[in-house]
């Protein structure tokens, strides 16, 4: 499978912005798909992942802002981003695994980044 992800841009702190991580090849419902994200000289941060039957966890710095979803029809997760601030700035990856974890390497399959911007 080879992901693409792609809605990053430059957004206002407290504005929203969706991401979206399209597969091709094998069906993402094969996979839990995860995204990750990585600031400026920070290491890789766990964000969301998402099942084949929409269980979902949120990391705890995004929980009750962000959203994952998956649309098994466009073959493609979403991550909804409300309420944004400065710190989520980061390029944000979608990777998928066989299972849901929060350490990216025990990721092999993963997209280019998409850059999300937030200004204060």
């Known amino acids: 499978v080879q992901l693409q992800a792609s809605g990053g841009g430059l957004v206002q702190a407290g504005g929203s912005l969706r991401l979206s991580c399209a597969a091709s090849?094998?069906?993402?419902?094969?996979?839990?798909m995860s995204w990750f994200r990585q600031a400026p000289g920070k290491e890789d941060e766990f964000v969301a992942c998402?099942?084949?039957?929409?269980?979902?966890t949120l990391g705890d710095s995004v929980k009750g802002r962000f959203t994952i979803s998956r649309d098994s029809a466009k073959n493609s997760v979403y991550l909804q981003m409300n309420s944004l601030k400065y710190e989520d700035t980061a390029v944000y990856y979608c990777?998928?695994?066989?299972?849901?974890?929060?350490?990216?390497?025990?990721?092999?399959?993963w997209g280019q980044g998409t850059l999300v911007t937030v200004s204060s």
């Open positions: 990777a998928a695994a066989s299972e849901c974890t929060t350490s990216p390497d025990l990721y092999r399959i």
């Open positions: 090849g094998r069906t993402v419902s094969s996979y839990v």
């Open positions: 998402i099942n084949w039957n929409g269980t979902n």
